[in-house]
């Protein structure tokens, strides 16, 4: 049913075989054997701790995650916990997190559901709507445990129903207090109009609300999410670093559209922005993987209850925790830019943040390891992105 990464093992695993699609090209132009680690070429911040088979990393952070509550937050976020340091937690429940009091609520729910002695940090967000006021924003950065402000315009995402229906119109008092604090805004960059077509949504977003919100306030530090297009490449290459950066999920380097149809309907393949074609793939690729310090790590893993995703109106969301680190590693492994890879997962982002870097590690084994086909928890099934496949960078504590 998926596409398989089980056949660029380099290891005799191999268990199936690709012969068309978009992974299929990726593999076939710069397969692990035939560029073989061609990543350590010049290596000097990732240490390879035995021949070429480890990378020892600064354990990486995730700069977009959704948690959910409940049921679903116990059973996800051991997995979060499990390889990063730190996440920046998207606030798009039912009902949004929109005030100080319910962040400090959520976080305190995400801390019961880590496992003990975890020492993952959730930072949490707020959920900008019309009407966020200026004292709301104080009372977050003094709280202590906000770290950033999210913009959904309304309609555009999962839970987005209450989000912003005119930026420019209704919340200049509130972004000009986010700059007083130096708070960043996070944004799911697209348009809402339904006379755009959806794979133009995330361009004519980049024109109509962020390239005039970063020239009207230059100060205000911005992270365009998830972001799947060469328009956000040049743009975000455009801006000043430091004040602007963007977020990159595993799907959208190594997925492009024709995986959503790929002998039939793959609903687990649909997340917002929805996946691409190829060419945007690639200038994705060329961006993260150029060592640009405006990248970072967020995986936008998004679970949904399978019913939910397997149904006539399918949810948008991949749920990629589990393997999020294992794609990003091949993604660089095959650029050549394994030399890159730990700046991209564990370095760009605290330091756009302005927060410290992690001082623990953990390893990436090259060796062959299979996704699970779901994860069970009391309400349901969530299946993972690539369920039941094979990877080749299995990550650990070190
Ligand atoms: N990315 C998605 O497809 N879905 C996210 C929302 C979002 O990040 O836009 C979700 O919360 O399910
Ligand atoms: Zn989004
Ligand atoms: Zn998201």
Redesign the pocket.
């Known amino acids: 049913m998926y596409t398989l990464f089980g056949s660029l093992l380099t290891c005799g695993a191999m268990i199936g075989s690709i012969t068309s699609g978009p992974i299929a090209d990726f593999i076939g132009r710069k397969g692990p054997s035939a560029v073989p680690f061609a990543g350590l070429k010049g290596f000097n911040q990732v240490k390879v701790t035995s021949a070429k088979m480890e990378l020892s990393i600064t354990r990486p952070d995730d700069w977009?995650l959704?948690l959910?509550d409940g049921n679903l937050l116990e059973m996800v976020v051991p997995h979060s916990a499990q390889h990063f340091g730190r996440a920046i937690v998207?606030p798009?429940l039912k009902p949004p997190i929109t005030t100080t009091a319910a962040a400090v609520a959520y976080r305190e729910s995400i801390l019961k559901g880590l496992p003990a002695n975890s020492d993952f940090t959730p930072l949490m967000t707020l959920y900008l709507t019309d009407s966020t006021s200026p004292t709301e924003i104080k009372l977050a950065r003094e709280s202590g445990v906000i770290y950033a402000v999210k913009l959904?315009p309304a309609g555009?995402?999962?839970?987005?129903q209450d989000g912003v229906t005119d930026l420019f119109g209704k919340c200049l008092p509130v972004l000009e207090e986010m700059i007083k604090h130096n708070m960043p805004l996070l944004v799911?960059g697209?348009v809402t109009n339904p006379e755009v077509d959806i794979f133009d949504r995330e361009k004519v977003f980049i024109e109509t609300v962020l390239r005039p919100l970063v020239q009207k306030y230059p100060q205000l530090k911005v992270v365009m999410?998830?972001i799947t297009t060469m328009d956000a490449v040049k743009f975000i290459e455009s801006c000043t670093e430091g004040s602007i950066a963007a977020t990159v999920?595993p799907q959208h380097l190594v997925l492009n559209r024709n995986s959503l149809f790929q002998g039939g309907l793959q609903p687990h393949n649909?997340?917002?922005?929805?996946l691409k074609r190829e060419i945007h793939r690639q200038a994705i690729v060329s961006a993260v993987t150029s060592g640009s310090k405006q990248y970072f790590l967020g995986t936008?893993s998004?679970?949904?209850e399978r019913q939910k995703k397997e149904c006539s109106c399918g949810?948008?969301?991949?749920y990629n925790a589990p393997v999020a680190l294992s794609i990003y590693a091949k993604v660089f492994e095959e650029a050549g830019a394994l030399d890159k890879l730990e700046a991209f997962t564990s370095f760009n982002g605290p330091d756009f943040y302005g927060l410290p870097r992690n001082t623990s590690k953990i390893k990436l084994r090259k060796t062959p390891w299979r996704v699970p086909e779901s994860f069970s928890y009391a309400a349901g099934h969530i299946v993972p992105m690539f369920a039941g496949e094979m990877l080749d960078w299995l990550p650990s504590d070190v």
């Open positions: 977009h959704h959910r998207m798009n959904y555009a995402t999962t839970n987005s799911h697209e999410e998830h999920t649909y997340c917002l922005p929805v936008d998004a679970p949904h949810c948008a969301g991949i």
